[in-house]
């Protein structure tokens, strides 16, 4: 059971434009969603992350959007950069009853290009 | 960069022998965790760890032990090795504030033939 799916396999934008990533989940007791970049052969790189309660959250070029109902979330880059040619994963985390750890569980990733 | 260094960076194995992967973080983050990277299946969870000697299973934790003897390192044994088991293995760490890991290490890749 894919909890977290990414169903774009790749993107493609122009530099410049606005890149929209996007991700579904099935368990509505997630407590974060998280998004991830990863250049090959190097360890994922964390962007941003928002928790459940909120529906916004921004850090600089990215934005992260959260649609509860639709168990639905988004990324936007802007402006896209050649630069942030990359896969992106989407992760979604549970706190446990303590209220400490935390389990992540990915999606499998867009590949997303930027073209000059 | 985040304090965070794997070793080794590749091992080639038998089926049969036990490996073990080591993760060093300088971050003094309570968290660690490892995860497997396959493709088709993006990253999975196999053990993590909340402090020293507190340690829980992930997804995929079969066939794989752990143990966190201090903050700054947590180690992953491959109790006898599989061709299952080939795969790129990262270690991340994380603190309490961002819901999940917030640096990851280079990566693991390995091979069991």
């Known amino acids: 059971d894919q909890q977290v799916k990414q169903n774009s396999p790749s993107l493609s934008v122009q530099e410049g434009r606005i890149s929209i990533l996007n991700c579904d989940y099935t368990?509505?007791?997630?407590?974060?969603f998280l998004w991830y970049k990863k250049y090959p052969a190097e360890g994922p790189t964390f962007l941003i992350s928002?928790?459940?309660?909120?529906d916004k959250n921004e850090d600089g070029r990215f934005t992260v959007f959260l649609n509860k109902s639709a168990k639905h979330l988004s990324l936007h880059i802007v402006p896209s950069q050649p630069g942030d040619s990359a896969v992106y994963f989407c992760?979604?985390?549970?706190?446990?009853?303590?209220?400490?750890?935390?389990?992540?569980?990915f999606g499998k990733g867009t590949l997303l290009t930027v073209n000059p | 960069d985040a304090g965070i260094t794997q070793s080794p960076r590749h091992k080639v194995t038998e089926t049969g022998t036990p490996v073990t992967l080591r993760c060093h973080q300088t971050?003094?983050?309570?968290?660690m965790y490892w995860y497997r990277q396959d493709p088709g299946h993006g990253l999975r969870l196999i053990h993590y760890?909340?402090?020293?000697?507190?340690?829980d299973k992930g997804e995929v934790s079969d066939g794989y032990s752990v143990s966190r003897s201090k903050t700054e390192d947590f180690l992953l044994t491959l109790e006898s090795a599989t061709s299952s088991q080939t795969s790129v293995y990262f270690c991340?760490?994380?603190?309490?504030?961002?819901?999940?890991?917030?640096?990851f290490g280079p990566g693991t890749r390995l091979l069991v033939l």
């Open positions: 991340a760490i994380s603190d309490s504030t961002s819901g999940g890991p917030t640096a």
């Open positions: 992760a979604a985390s549970l706190i446990n009853s303590g209220g400490s750890n935390y389990k992540l569980t």
């Open positions: 971050e003094n983050h309570r968290y």
């Open positions: 368990n509505s007791m997630f407590d974060y």
């Open positions: 928002i928790s459940s309660i909120k």
């Open positions: 760890s909340y402090g020293v000697k507190d340690t």
